[in-house]
């Protein structure tokens, strides 16, 4: 027995990291999928999934990974919210280990990848970002990948690191646009710093040429369909970034790490004061430039997000050097954790709309905050717009499914959506009640509605806020069959129609319209 005792505190003395990054790891997990039933489907995520039924190189808005994953996703485990949820959150226990990794290449040791591990499952972004299915949560894990890729190549001068980072970028292009400003940003200051040499290295040019040639098929895309990404930045700048102002950016920086700002500060801090990390410091000239380049550009304050893995992993060595005695370091991580309890609900949906709805206001109430219930448009609701943006889908689809009953030629009908989150709705919600997919002009649906329909229509199916005079006018009967009744859904009041009885041929109408 005392022999097994021994064994077994050396066992545990001997992986006790790995043991307890594995259980921060399983943590994460499982808390994103167990909040995951609180609201619906967000808006978004019913467009990715929607384009897992369309794999392609190529999206309206966005590269064609999301969309392989989504197929990927739904062929396995189908159509359900536990489908959509299940992705982030894995991804979200990856990035346990991937930005413990990273805090170990920085110079730290066992408490320091720790509290990055915690760092990063009790940020506000880290908490909402592996909750939904966007390319955000992938998004996030390549910039860490990324930093982590380049802090190895530095540490080992092993070449192969270069090759796996030319990888990495072309698959995180195949993601998000985004991620292409990191690459742009190492381009601009490497030259200036000691390690200008590698532009010298074979093995660094053939990484770009390997992650060229993974991203191409994207780039080829891209040229074929008239470059779509620029017609949905300058539609971005146009309708949402001309909202968001440089003191509110700045701001976000603090608040979206939540309580791990505390290690995010000491992170930039420590890049451009430890001696010991000097080698290092390119990547603080790296932060600081992304951040005043996205304010200028009145990015959205989420945008710098990929920053944060490697501010919060390097804050951890920091405090790992600052802080020497046990008791103390236990603190810190205990201290980070009661501070980020109350602020739960403003990263993951922790209780059901009602006590959202109630906790949100007290905010208002008590301390004057309006914090994240602002929508893109400017404008002040009870809710966060992500949360309001989760609400509705199921009572759209019931309503939209009640209607597709009552259509006695089920051939000669069609489903219109007037946005992509209704017609993702449709799509994914609407495969339980045996709905087609819904036709749309938004995002990514435009590629795929008919040019023409075979027979002919003699019913539609209109989901919009209200009645089309067109439309109005093409039919001779139209039932308004229901519509979202929660006041706090985003789209309160969308409504569906049965429209019946054409007066003329749809499709000449339609290739009037399109």
Request: with cysteine.
């Amino acid at each position: 027995m005392i022999l097994l005792l021994v064994s077994m505190k050396a066992f545990l003395k001997k992986y006790f990291v790995i043991l307890t990054l594995s259980g921060l790891a399983l943590f994460n997990v499982i808390l994103h999928l167990v909040v995951s039933y609180n609201l619906e489907f967000h808006r978004d995520e019913l467009l990715y999934f929607s384009l897992g039924q369309h794999p392609g190189f190529g999206y309206a808005t966005v590269p064609p990974l999301i969309g392989w994953i989504a197929w990927l996703m739904q062929n396995i485990f189908g159509y359900s919210l536990f489908a959509v949820r299940l992705f982030p959150a894995l991804l979200g226990g990856v990035m346990v280990f991937l930005i413990s990794a990273l805090a170990k290449e920085l110079g730290g040791s066992d408490f320091s990848r720790i509290l990055a591990a915690v760092g990063i499952i009790i940020s506000g972004f880290g908490l909402r970002t592996f909750l939904l299915f966007q390319p955000v949560h992938i998004d996030l894990l390549f910039w860490t990948l990324s930093f982590y890729l380049v802090i190895k190549y530095i540490n080992t001068k092993t070449d192969k690191y270069l090759i796996l980072f030319g990888i990495a970028a072309g698959a995180a292009l195949l993601n998000k646009y985004l991620i292409g400003l990191l690459f742009l940003s190492f381009l601009i200051i490497i030259p200036f710093t000691q390690y200008r040499n590698i532009f010298r290295n074979r093995k660094f040019w053939l990484g770009i040429l390997v992650g060229t040639v993974i991203f191409l098929p994207n780039l080829v895309w891209q040229i074929a369909h008239g470059l779509p990404v620029i017609n949905h930045f300058s539609e971005l700048v146009r309708t949402q970034l001309v909202n968001v102002e440089k003191t509110g950016f700045l701001v976000e920086q603090l608040l979206n790490p939540m309580a791990a700002s505390i290690l995010a500060v000491a992170g930039i801090i420590f890049l451009f004061v430890n001696k010991r990390v000097k080698k290092f410091r390119f990547l603080g000239l790296t932060v600081i430039f992304i951040i005043i380049f996205l304010m200028f550009l009145r990015g959205k304050g989420y945008y710098t997000q990929g920053l944060y893995p490697l501010l919060i992993a390097a804050g951890a060595v920091s405090w790992e050097r600052l802080l020497k005695k046990k008791w103390s370091r236990i603190l810190l991580t205990v201290m980070l954790i009661i501070l980020t309890l109350p602020m739960l609900p403003m990263g993951i949906p922790v209780y059901k709309t009602e006590k959202l709805i109630s906790y949100f206001k007290s905010l208002e109430e008590k301390y004057g905050m309006t914090f994240g219930r602002r929508f893109e448009d400017g404008t002040i609701h009870s809710l966060p717009q992500d949360y309001a943006d989760m609400l509705g889908w199921e009572e759209l689809t019931a309503v939209t499914s009640k209607a597709w009953q009552m259509v006695n030629d089920k051939n000669a009908c069609f489903i219109y959506c007037e946005n992509y989150g209704q017609a993702g709705a449709i799509t994914v919600i609407g495969k339980k009640y045996g709905l087609p997919e819904a036709v749309c002009f938004s995002e990514s649906f435009m590629y795929w509605f008919p040019e023409k329909f075979d027979p002919d229509i003699k019913s539609l199916i209109y989901i919009n806020d209200e009645m089309g005079d067109d439309v109005a006018a093409l039919f001779g009967k139209i039932t308004n069959v229901g519509s979202i009744t929660n006041p706090d859904a985003r789209e309160y009041g969308t409504t569906v129609y049965l429209c019946e009885d054409p007066v003329r041929s749809f499709n000449e109408f339609w290739i009037e319209r399109t």
